[in-house]
């Protein structure tokens, strides 16, 4: 055959205009998603809050390890006992940890270095990892929304995912943490499950495919625990086609080999390992397996029988004898999963829930745990907060949903629970909001396109002449002028919130990593935080062992590269309670636990506003703005004693028991001065007034050193912002302070 004949009967792909549209404007969404989540850059180039260091601790651990003991690497780690963390006991990182990010991490570096060489250093790739990944979530968001809606559809809920606040400050640059990952393996996992549904879809794809689902369902579990969403999502879905669908032969299927592989997938890693599976959603999972394939048993033996007994009946009465009788026994099934569930659970067959997925369960339920309570991602979202972030997007979303719910297939029935069980669970934690984010996305994306096929679709009416008796066809469409005006309205309300100067998507995006700012909210770099844990790695012993509040625990193991007792894996509330119990001691009984504790330095932080008085050549001081003196209400809560003992009405006012009889009190080296009303600018003298900040009335102090010569504890460091001269009247301070215990 000659090379002429075979180009001949070589298809070349052809790339239409429709078609390069489409892939520009995918490109565009791709790099708006990594600008929008590379913008905190500006203020250093860090990874962002406290778990990605630990995160990048394993990594390293792992890529150190592989590199000088090859694949006895990965045994180091499995056999980890980290003895920097929660001294003196250490911890086991393999069953504490989210083992797939680790894992993730080190493959991607190590492949990345592979092809590129070692252009890049561990911590800068893991810092860039969640820009990328985001932004890749949005393509697959598009496929997953294409396979559903069409084109238009997939582009807005793509669009939507880019720049969703929600979404972008749990994944924007240096946040190495467990949601980026997992929401990207939960979403590809959804598209190819919806993909093949389709019945044109060959036998041994469908098995490979959902295979590698079942892959990526089990090891999204050992990405981040939230990834048990997804698999509620799939099992409600299993539970309810029966009721809904009449052809569901595909589902089974795939359902047996995707669950199957769920199981195995999960059970390869201690974490969640066996506990996923004999647990409450791993009980769903297969309960909704048994239950889809029983209905069609059911319905199999139901038509053979109601054949052979109905023949002599008309239609009418087929229905209300046949119908009724299936529903009836659909639903007491479910009744029947519910009440051994229920035994299960009296019985102690399954392994119980924690308190965090109970209040996922229960929103309106808290856990009566002041640590889990304490946790600012662990507070519930208001509904000013779900109408900054989304705005119009409830409304297309509701709209969405109303054509889901009118379609009867799998699809659909799949996007309208994801939908609602989204918006549910964030109800509980705003950590959660990502949930909600993909499914209003999803809804109002077929909202927006129906919507779209209500305006701009042309209808054709057929009119009668009576004269000539035929008909003719006339179109009726709507005017140019609605259209576009239609249009000029739909961009204002989807951009407004895009870039409202306070509230906006680009404003939530334009915030600084958490070590830049010295995790206050501000959108400043203050480098307290960065000079206090170089001072601690230059300064101290390699074996000394600092005690602090658990939240700065990974960075002073990380970055300050000492040992801590306590961190932010909270994996010992005892510990935890011990440590709040020190804070609010009195110095006898506070020292008492310090040795208990066998730390050797003591850190806190403060911060607040700062402003100099040149009458009195002096700085005067008022906290709050997210230091240890804001968070003394939880470690009272936490230690168990009554706050109304050290704080006023305003539940963050110190009491003078707080400053002169507490250790946390004694350790902030300030000395109360009088009272401000700061609505009028004027001293309000030393008595304090009900309501005190609830009504605009702030304490202020100046400094002063509580503990001598004579007492265990030195201050040994004090970051530069707390006795720097404000430079512009006022000035935000964010102080670390550390006490070398004698």
Not at 119 to 138: E, R, S
Not at 277 to 292: A, N
Not at 349 to 364: D, G, H, K, M, Q
Not at 568 to 592: H, L, P, V, Y
Request: with cysteine; aromatic share 12%.
């Amino acid at each position: 055959m000659s090379n002429k004949h075979l180009s001949n009967q070589i298809k070349r792909p052809e790339i239409t205009r429709g078609n390069a549209l489409l892939i520009i404007t995918l490109v565009s969404i791709f790099c708006s998603a990594i600008f929008l989540r590379i913008l905190p850059a500006q203020y250093g180039f860090y990874l962002n809050e406290f778990d990605p260091y630990y995160n990048y601790r394993a990594v390293e651990f792992i890529i150190n390890n592989l590199k000088e003991n090859g694949i006895n690497g990965i045994i180091n780690y499995v056999n980890w006992q980290d003895t920097r963390a929660w001294y003196p006991e250490g911890r086991p990182v393999l069953n504490t940890s989210q083992v797939g990010l680790h894992l993730i991490g080190a493959a991607t570096y190590l492949i990345f270095t592979g092809i590129f060489g070692g252009i890049i250093t561990i911590y800068d790739f893991l810092v860039l990892f969640p820009v990328i990944i985001g932004a890749l979530t949005t393509l697959v968001m598009f496929l997953l929304v294409r396979n559903i809606a069409g084109n238009t559809a997939g582009i807005f809920s793509a669009l939507m995912i880019a720049f969703s606040p929600a979404i972008i400050v749990r994944g924007n640059l240096g946040w190495f943490k467990s949601e980026p990952l997992a929401i990207l393996i939960g979403i590809s996992a959804f598209y190819l499950f919806l993909k093949i549904q389709n019945r044109n879809i060959k036998l041994n794809k469908m098995i490979l495919t959902s295979i590698l689902i079942g892959i990526l369902l089990g090891f999204g579990n050992t990405t981040w625990g939230g990834a048990y969403f997804f698999i509620i999502v799939y099992s409600i879905t299993l539970l309810l086609t029966p009721l809904v669908v009449r052809n569901y032969d595909r589902l089974i299927q795939s359902a047996i080999i995707i669950v199957a592989f769920t199981f195995i997938t999960t059970a390869i890693f201690p974490r969640p390992g066996l506990t996923f599976i004999f647990g409450p959603v791993g009980f769903l999972l297969i309960s909704s397996l048994l239950f889809l394939i029983v209905a069609k048993i059911i319905k199999i033996l139901l038509k053979e029988s109601n054949e052979k007994i109905n023949q002599n009946l008309n239609k009418t009465d087929k229905f209300l004898r046949n119908t009724p009788r299936h529903v009836k026994i659909l639903i007491i099934l479910i009744v029947a999963i519910g009440i051994s569930g229920t035994v299960l659970f009296i019985t102690n067959s399954l392994a119980p829930l924690t308190e965090r997925y109970l209040t996922v369960l229960l929103p309106f339920q808290k856990t009566a745990n002041p640590l889990v309570e304490s946790v600012s991602e662990h507070f519930s979202p208001t509904g000013q907060l779900y109408f900054t972030i989304y705005s119009i997007l409830i409304i297309l979303s509701a709209f969405g949903a109303i054509q889901t719910i009118r379609k009867r297939s799998i699809n659909y029935i799949f996007v309208a629970i994801l939908g609602i069980i989204s918006i549910y669970f964030s109800s509980s934690f705003s950590r959660l909001l990502v949930f909600s984010s993909i499914g209003i996305s999803i809804l109002a994306s077929i909202g927006f396109v129906t919507l779209n096929s209500i305006i701009f679709k042309k209808r054709k009416i057929n009119l009668k002449n009576t004269k000539m008796l035929k008909q003719k066809q006339v179109t009726n469409e709507i005017s140019r002028e609605v259209k576009i005006l239609y249009s000029v309205i739909i961009i204002i309300v989807l951009f407004i919130p895009a870039i409202h100067p306070t509230s906006g998507w680009i404003t939530a995006a334009d915030t600084p990593t958490t070590l830049a700012s010295s995790s206050i909210n501000t959108k400043q770099n203050i480098p307290d935080w960065k000079n206090a844990l170089d001072w601690i790695e230059n300064n101290t012993e390699e074996d000394s062992v600092f005690i602090s509040w658990w939240d700065y625990g990974y960075w002073i193991t990380v970055e300050g590269n000492r040992t801590t007792v306590a961190d932010n894996a909270t994996i010992n509330q005892t510990r935890i309670e011990q440590i709040a119990t020190m804070f609010m001691s009195d110095q006898n009984d506070g020292e008492k636990i310090l040795r208990e504790l066998k730390g050797d330095y003591v850190v806190i932080f403060i911060s607040g506003i700062k402003v100099f008085d040149p009458e009195n050549k002096q700085i005067v001081y008022r906290l709050g703005l997210g230091g240890d003196e804001s968070k003394k209400q939880w470690f009272m809560k936490i230690a168990g004693v009554n706050p109304e003992d050290y704080v006023y009405n305003d539940n963050f006012t110190g009491k003078p028991a707080f400053w002169d009889n507490t250790m946390l009190g004694k350790m902030i080296p300030l000395e109360f001065v009088q009272y401000v009303d700061l609505t009028k600018g004027e001293f309000m003298g030393t008595e304090y007034r009900d309501g005190g900040r609830t009504v605009g009335i702030d304490a202020v102090y100046i400094y002063r050193e509580k503990f001598t010569e004579d007492d265990n504890l030195k201050l040994v460091f004090s970051s530069p912002s707390m006795n720097q001269i404000p430079e512009y009247g006022s000035e935000v301070f964010a102080a670390v302070l550390i006490y070398e215990i004698k």
